[in-house]
Structure formats: C-alpha cells, structure tokens
C-alpha cells in the first residue's frame, strides 16, 4: 500500500518566492499533519486537520504561511513570500482519528532551501 | 503535556538489548507515553504506546513504572538498522497532537 506521498522532494528558490508543498495522505486516513524539522527547533507540529478542517494551526509561524486541505485526498503547505530562514524540512503525516489510538504515519519529507 | 527528559545519546552493541530510559515525571492521569523514532532523513516511524500495563509488539517493548513517572523502551536484539533518533512523548487520548523533544540518538555498533 502507497504511504503518505509527499511532493516535491527537494525544492529550491530565492527569497520572495512563493512555495508550495503537497501531500497526499494515506487512503481512508481522516487525520492530516504539516511539521516543520530544523537542527535548531527540532521537529514542530504546524498545523493538523480533522476531516479537512483545521483543528489547531497555532504552530504556524506567521502569516506568510497557510495550509488547506481541499479533500479528503490532498493538502497544500503554502509559504509566500519565502525566507531563508523557512529553509527545513518539511514533513506531512497521515493518521486515522477515532476512539483507540492509531499512530501516525510520516512521508519522506520535502527539503526546502530558500536562498 | 507532560515534558519528558531522555539522554541525548546512547550507544548499543549490535545483537543485545538496547534500554532507552524516558522520564515524565509530571505525567496526568490520562496521560499515554508514546515512542517514535527517526532514521537518518525519513520521517518518524511509530514503534509503540502505552497507559499504565507494559506493551509488547513486533518493534519493541515499553515498561511503564508503577507511579508511570518514567518508562523504557526496549529493543531486544539491536541491529545496525535500529540506529536512529528515538523519541519518548506524552499526550492525551488520541494523541491528535504530538510534541516531540529532542530525542535519544541511539548508535548501534558492530
């Protein structure tokens, strides 16, 4: 079974830019999660979503950031304008919410560099 | 959430048990422990939880203390694959919401 994708890998570009990072969630997972991973901040939690709603975004940084999940099937982390100091990696994770735990599952990560 | 406290590194001879200690000591009743752990470069991986009883899966064990103020995560026979940041969290219910510390960098060796 696919995992979580995430999209692109590895991305590029010069401050000022916007950016946009994708993911699609495992099938059926109802839970999506954006975290950011730097040396000096370690891994943070931005924002997650219930059923496509935004539950707690209160990790998001600032404006400069938002996240949407149109479906049940895709999420967009949307930086503009970018900084260097947005350079990290960028993880979405996927988990199925209900009553007994169900963990959550990571993709590979999108590696932005903003020069 | 309760914080946790792990040591920064622990090293692990390949084949023998590999105990990664975890104290919560303000941990609440309602309250899980939570282990995840991340390889070089890829995403955390989930390995185990648990309330109160101790917990056994494929991955590992986790001990729980009787006053669940600390825990150890145990994998039985390390290998060079286990080597990885492992992180201990505590959280509520679900646990929609995961904070994570920074970990113990556990190397497994030859």
């Known amino acids: 079974d696919a995992g979580v994708i995430q999209s692109p890998r590895h991305e590029v570009t010069e401050m000022g830019q916007e950016v946009t990072l994708r993911c699609k969630p495992i099938?059926?997972?109802?839970?999506l999660f954006w975290y950011r991973q730097t040396m000096m901040r370690g891994l943070e939690l931005l924002i997650y979503f219930n059923n496509n709603v935004p539950i707690d975004d209160s990790g998001m940084p600032e404006d400069r950031f938002s996240a949407k999940m149109p479906n049940a099937s895709f999420s967009t982390l949307k930086i503009q304008p970018s900084e260097p100091r947005d350079s990290a990696v960028y993880f979405c994770?996927?988990?199925?919410?209900?009553?007994?735990?169900?963990?959550?599952?990571f993709g590979d990560g999108t590696r932005l560099s903003i020069l | 959430d309760a914080k946790t406290t792990q040591p920064p590194s622990m090293d692990c001879a390949e084949g023998r048990a590999a105990n990664l200690p975890c104290n919560h000591s303000t941990i609440s009743g309602n309250e899980y422990v939570y282990w995840y752990r991340q390889i070089h470069s890829q995403g955390p991986q989930y390995i185990i939880h648990g309330l109160k009883n101790n917990e056994t899966n494929e991955m590992a064990s986790l001990i729980i203390t009787e006053d669940r103020k600390s825990s150890t995560l145990i994998l039985p026979h390390a290998t060079l694959r286990d080597t990885a940041v492992y992180y201990c969290?505590?959280?509520?219910?679900?646990?929609?919401?995961?904070?994570f510390g920074t970990g113990t960098r556990l190397q497994v060796t030859l």
């Open positions: 969290i505590v959280s509520r219910g679900t646990a929609s919401k995961l904070t």
């Open positions: 099938s059926g997972h109802n839970s």
């Open positions: 994770a996927s988990s199925l919410a209900g009553i007994a735990y169900q963990p959550q599952h």
